[in-house]
């Protein structure tokens, strides 16, 4: 990556996860800007656009609008693929006609600096060409008029039709609540994005105005070594975290705890965000819901947690997840749905490699499970029929693409495996008679020799699970206050 590390290190106490967790310069968050990705990247990026635009189109992208409240701005993936810029109200525009990129930045708002700090603006030309590369840097009042500049008839006008994902969104999850607000008879508002097609062609009769998406996305597919870097060190603190929850667990923790322990990891190491609201589940009903987000029950001796968590470490994220017992020792039936969910995934992992389909390998995993499915001592037959329509069907092990999005956008299932594609390898298994939802989730990037797991340091065999889970974490250290309060 572009930073330098620095010597701080912060290791974990049992020697066989032991880890150097590197912090990072206290002086990169002084710099308001990111540096992560040289200007060289953002050119790299804008020659695929212009590639699949043609010589007689334009690319208009617009960045998110300033926070309406005291969160963390977070740029929209898309824009901040394209340029690296955080300032809201920005806008990008790609001329596929002269291969030229130029920027518009709002004007210096001096009130919002004296609250909140530098903020890059169309003041800062020189700076913004030099970080990321773009021809020109102009105000975002020249856009009031004749926008995009010097159009034809013939010229066409691409633009993202998608909602733009921010911190802890997809593109799915936004589609589902737009439709949701259009649909609401007392509300009824189209998207931002909806907003911006609609403008442009209405102050653009003459022009055709097409959707970007498909190409973002198809340059989003394949990581850069930069791009891989940040999600490797997002997995490595997604794993890290889950050591530490692992570790805190015991009978009468509550899951929110869990989440705590985590995200304290995450948040000492530099992730200031989540990719996603913490999963953290105990008990067979909380775990069966998919996406349970309360994290409001007491663990229970007996009972399985399932946590899938992970953080935004500078707009890159991961996303994995593990099951582990309460009180230190899996159940014999838990045991056994587990240890047959990770031959699966382990199966999976070994084959996964550049060149080959999804179904390739869907379909080689298939061949290798036989052997072990035949052997394997089932006690129900309701668990052996759950196990054969996992690798029956592959039992979502090969999920979505994971990148700026933790469902991100970057399709990989319509060819070969290619060297850079990320993806969560994610085998579920449904018992649905008794409700039972399982899993293992890991993030992995296609490499020219096969693939690396990011997290192949997080205890994935149950014995170190169980053993990770006797140990003692932060939650056993440092206690909630007793402190009684009551609503009077």
Same mark, same amino acid.
């Given at each position: 990556?572009?930073?330098?590390?620095?010597?701080? @290190?912060?290791?974990?106490?049992?020697?066989? %996860?032991?880890?150097?967790?590197?912090? !990072?310069?206290?002086?990169?968050?002084?710099?308001? %800007?990111?540096?992560?990705?040289?200007?060289?990247?953002?050119?790299?990026?804008?020659?695929?656009?212009?590639?699949?635009?043609?010589?007689?189109?334009?690319?208009?992208?617009?960045?998110?609008?300033?926070?309406?409240?005291?969160?963390?701005?977070?740029?929209?993936?898309?824009? =901040?693929?394209?340029?690296?810029?955080?300032?809201?109200?920005?806008?990008?525009?790609?001329?596929?006609?002269?291969?030229? #990129?130029?920027?518009?930045?709002?004007?210096?708002?001096?009130?919002?600096?004296?609250? @909140?700090?530098?903020?890059?603006?169309?003041?800062?030309?020189?700076?913004?060409?030099?970080?990321?590369?773009?021809?020109?840097?102009?105000?975002? &009042?020249?856009?009031? &008029?004749?926008?995009?500049?010097?159009?034809?008839?013939?010229?066409?006008?691409?633009?993202?039709?998608?909602?733009?994902?921010?911190?802890?969104?997809?593109?799915?999850?936004?589609?589902?609540?737009?439709?949701?607000?259009?649909?609401?008879?007392?509300?009824?508002?189209?998207?931002?994005?909806?907003?911006?097609?609609?403008?442009?062609?209405?102050?653009?009769?003459?022009? &055709?105005?097409?959707?970007?998406?498909?190409?973002?996305?198809?340059?989003?597919? #394949?990581?850069?070594?930069?791009?891989?870097?940040?999600?490797?060190?997002?997995?490595?603190?997604?794993?890290?975290?889950?050591?530490?929850?692992?570790?805190?667990?015991?009978?009468?923790?509550?899951?929110?705890?869990?989440?705590?322990?985590?995200?304290?990891? !995450?948040?000492?190491?530099?992730?200031?965000? &989540?990719?996603?609201?913490?999963?953290?589940?105990?008990?067979?009903?909380?775990?069966?819901?998919?996406?349970?987000?309360?994290?409001?029950?007491?663990?229970?001796?007996?009972?399985?947690?399932?946590?899938? %968590?992970?953080?935004?470490?500078?707009? =890159?994220?991961?996303?994995?997840?593990?099951?582990?017992?309460?009180?230190?020792?899996?159940?014999?039936?838990?045991?056994?749905?587990?240890?047959?969910?990770?031959?699966?995934?382990?199966?999976?992992?070994?084959?996964?490699?550049?060149?080959?389909?999804?179904?390739?390998?869907?379909?080689?995993?298939?061949?290798?499970?036989?052997?072990?499915?035949?052997? =394997?001592?089932?006690?129900?037959?309701?668990?052996? @029929?759950?196990? @054969?329509?996992?690798?029956?069907?592959?039992?979502?092990?090969?999920?979505?693409?994971?990148?700026?999005?933790?469902?991100?956008?970057?399709?990989?299932? =319509?060819?070969?495996?290619?060297?850079?594609?990320?993806?969560?390898?994610?085998?579920?298994?449904?018992?649905?008679?008794?409700?039972?939802?399982?899993?293992?989730?890991?993030?992995?990037?296609?490499?020219?020799?096969?693939?690396?797991? !990011?997290?192949?340091?997080?205890?994935?065999?149950?014995?170190?699970?169980?053993?990770?889970?006797?140990?003692?974490?932060?939650?056993?250290?440092?206690?909630?206050?007793?402190?009684?309060?009551?609503?009077?």
């Amino acid at each position: 990556m572009a930073t330098s590390l620095v010597g701080s @290190e912060m290791c974990i106490r049992d020697r066989k %996860y032991c880890l150097i967790i590197t912090a !990072f310069c206290s002086t990169l968050w002084s710099q308001h %800007y990111q540096v992560d990705f040289p200007p060289d990247e953002f050119q790299e990026r804008w020659r695929g656009v212009f590639d699949h635009i043609g010589e007689d189109a334009v690319a208009v992208v617009q960045g998110i609008p300033l926070t309406n409240g005291f969160i963390m701005p977070r740029q929209s993936n898309a824009f =901040y693929y394209l340029s690296g810029i955080e300032s809201p109200h920005a806008y990008i525009l790609l001329d596929g006609r002269e291969k030229k #990129v130029t920027l518009y930045m709002p004007p210096k708002n001096e009130r919002l600096e004296r609250s @909140e700090g530098r903020i890059l603006n169309a003041d800062d030309k020189g700076l913004i060409k030099n970080l990321v590369g773009v021809d020109a840097v102009k105000s975002t &009042e020249e856009m009031r &008029e004749n926008f995009p500049p010097d159009m034809k008839r013939s010229t066409t006008i691409y633009t993202m039709f998608t909602p733009a994902e921010g911190q802890g969104q997809s593109r799915y999850e936004l589609e589902v609540a737009n439709a949701s607000i259009a649909s609401d008879s007392w509300d009824g508002r189209i998207s931002r994005e909806g907003r911006l097609v609609q403008l442009l062609k209405l102050r653009n009769r003459n022009n &055709e105005v097409k959707d970007l998406t498909p190409i973002i996305d198809n340059l989003r597919s #394949v990581k850069s070594p930069r791009e891989i870097a940040l999600i490797r060190r997002a997995s490595q603190l997604a794993g890290l975290g889950m050591i530490e929850a692992i570790k805190s667990t015991e009978p009468g923790v509550w899951e929110y705890q869990l989440d705590g322990a985590a995200r304290y990891v !995450f948040l000492i190491n530099g992730a200031r965000l &989540e990719a996603y609201r913490s999963i953290t589940a105990s008990g067979i009903k909380n775990i069966s819901n998919g996406h349970y987000y309360r994290n409001d029950s007491q663990l229970k001796s007996g009972d399985l947690v399932l946590m899938d %968590y992970a953080p935004d470490f500078r707009y =890159y994220v991961s996303d994995i997840g593990r099951m582990w017992p309460v009180n230190g020792t899996y159940e014999p039936w838990q045991r056994e749905l587990l240890q047959i969910i990770l031959e699966y995934r382990n199966v999976v992992l070994d084959i996964s490699r550049p060149g080959l389909t999804t179904d390739e390998i869907l379909d080689e995993a298939r061949e290798r499970m036989k052997p072990i499915m035949k052997d =394997y001592k089932f006690s129900k037959q309701i668990y052996k @029929e759950a196990a @054969e329509k996992m690798v029956r069907t592959g039992g979502g092990v090969l999920s979505h693409p994971v990148g700026l999005a933790v469902h991100d956008d970057g399709p990989y299932r =319509y060819g070969p495996l290619k060297v850079g594609h990320v993806f969560s390898v994610d085998p579920q298994m449904w018992v649905p008679k008794e409700n039972l939802y399982l899993r293992y989730e890991d993030t992995i990037v296609v490499t020219e020799n096969g693939n690396e797991n !990011f997290t192949d340091f997080l205890p994935s065999e149950l014995d170190d699970l169980e053993a990770l889970t006797r140990q003692k974490g932060i939650v056993q250290q440092f206690p909630p206050n007793k402190m009684k309060w009551n609503y009077k």
